[in-house]
């Protein structure tokens, strides 16, 4: 049974956010890179508009472990299988070192 008030009888959607902080250790950043290459040219992006060409994109990205890393984490697979739920898009960051103080429990200011 739900708990949340608004939750019976509802007919909109609620909209939640969910916060997650996951700690990984990079044994091979080659590959990360070259998996976030492999996945921008296989994008369907119109490269006509961007200032870098899709070589030179690739490259950047390659050559950046953080943005590499955070594109190619698939963050909507965390509810893949709970029904009812749906993903209405998201944010994926990376960072060096020991995680910030804002995310860690017991956080207060994080807006």
């Known amino acids: 049974m ?5 939750a019976m009888g509802h007919t909109e959607p609620l909209i939640m956010q ?6 990984v250790a990079v044994t091979d950043p080659e590959l990360i ?8 040219r296989e994008a369907e992006i119109d490269w006509s508009r961007r200032e870098e060409d899709l070589e030179e994109a690739v490259h ?4 950046d472990l953080t943005q590499a ?7 909507d697979r965390m509810i893949d299988d709970l029904p009812g739920v749906e993903s209405r898009g998201g944010l994926v960051f990376t960072a060096f070192g020991k995680p910030d103080d ?4 017991g956080f207060t200011d994080f807006l």
């Open 102 to 105: 804002r995310f860690r429990p």
């Open 18 to 23: 969910i916060y997650c902080r996951l700690e």
């Open 60 to 63: 950047q990205l390659e050559s």
């Open 33 to 40: 890179g070259k998996l976030a290459g492999q996945q921008l």
């Open 69 to 75: 890393l955070s594109c190619v984490v698939e963050h």
């Open 2 to 6: 739900l708990c949340h008030p608004f």
